[in-house]
């Protein structure tokens, strides 16, 4: 009924439209359209209401809507099923069952907050509410050499989402680190699912800082959020929907088989290509130039004029500058 209701406001392109006439379509009474409306504005949607023309949509609301979210949304195979709940322990996980009974490529899951939110080898994710906690599944028409390229893919569409709608100057840390000013701002978690001779599923987790302040995330993060640098809240819904269309595109674009196009546009996002950065693996300590990435996405260091390729899963990367050595160091 509430999605009937909003269907039929948004169908009047900003003119008002009768309670009676609402409540004609419908078959139920204006004092149940009343309620309706009054629900709809509790949740944010922004309707203005007249004695004598009725009820019109001025705006909808910042934080997620399902309505709101699939209202403008410009794909054609992602979100085709969306979920969205209030609390999830994490949509990755959540995702994970999906695809046990059979979820389609495309399937989004998304939580205003999660409890257990997670990144790479189980470290923690802070997900508080306000922020933009979502996960894609994807069975794309690629092989498995390629499937991990879409992790790739989604810092790219990630950073050109950021970068379109709030112009602030975003970037890529490698691997998939969502930086601004050396904070992060947002995080991508890429997982393999499923038997690797099959279809490979991949489920993609996205974590976005929207609308909260820093100070909800534990203060020894080198984090940021939207709502700290923009100061104000942004429309999660917009946010949600940029998103995928960005990275529907991504997926396309490799399963056409570009992946030169991909590597020209990650390393357009990328932070301290050209420059010198320390990579640990283990307890050792590599220092070198940061040339780029190979196709696969392995980071290629140059030592006194040798290059070495370094795969995401061993290392963590730093720039020279925010490294205090406390170590000992190789070179
Ligand atoms: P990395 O590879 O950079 O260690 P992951 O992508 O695996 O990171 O993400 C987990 C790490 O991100 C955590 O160990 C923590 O340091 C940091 N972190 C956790 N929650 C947030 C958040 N909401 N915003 C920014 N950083 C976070």
Not at 173 to 199: F, M, R, S
Not at 309 to 321: A, D, P, Q, T, W
Request: proline residues 3%; charged residues 25%; neutral net charge.
């Amino acid at each position: 009924m509430r999605n009937k209701i909003l269907d039929i406001l948004s169908s009047s392109q900003g003119e008002f439209i009768s309670g009676e006439s609402i409540s004609e379509t419908l078959e139920i009474t204006r004092a149940a359209v009343w309620k309706q409306i009054k629900n709809l504005k509790d949740a944010g949607y922004v309707i203005e209401g007249q004695t004598k023309k009725g009820y019109r949509l001025l705006s909808t609301p910042c934080f997620l809507d399902q309505w709101a979210l699939k209202k403008e949304l410009r794909t054609n195979t992602l979100c085709k099923e969306l979920y969205l709940f209030e609390e999830l322990p994490s949509t990755n996980e959540y995702c994970k069952d999906l695809v046990r009974q059979g979820a389609s490529h495309g399937t989004v899951v998304i939580a205003k907050k999660q409890t257990q939110g997670h990144g790479r080898m189980q470290r923690s994710w802070e997900s508080p509410l306000g922020g933009l906690w979502l996960s894609v599944i994807l069975k794309p028409s690629l092989n498995l050499g390629e499937v991990a390229k879409l992790t790739l893919s989604t810092g790219v569409a990630l950073g050109e989402t950021l970068r379109q709608l709030y112009d602030i100057p975003v970037g890529i840390k490698w691997p998939n680190d969502i930086v601004v000013e050396g904070k992060k701002i947002a995080g991508i978690l890429g997982e393999v699912v499923g038997e690797w001779n099959t279809v490979h599923t991949l489920i993609l987790g996205i974590g976005i800082n929207g609308n909260f302040p820093r100070n909800a995330l534990s203060p020894d993060l080198p984090a940021t959020t939207l709502q700290d640098i923009l100061q104000k809240d942004i429309d999660l819904n917009l946010l949600a929907r940029e998103l995928l269309r960005q990275l529907e595109k991504e997926v396309s674009s490799l399963e056409a088989g570009d992946s030169q196009g991909l590597l020209r546009r990650w390393t357009g996002l990328a932070l301290g290509i050209g420059e010198e950065v320390i990579i640990q693996r283990a307890n050792q300590i590599f220092k070198g130039i940061f040339k780029g990435i190979r196709e696969n996405g392995e980071l290629i260091l140059e030592i006194d004029g040798q290059e070495m390729n370094f795969s995401s899963g061993e290392v963590s990367l730093r720039s020279e500058k925010d490294y205090s050595p406390n170590q000992s160091s190789r070179k």
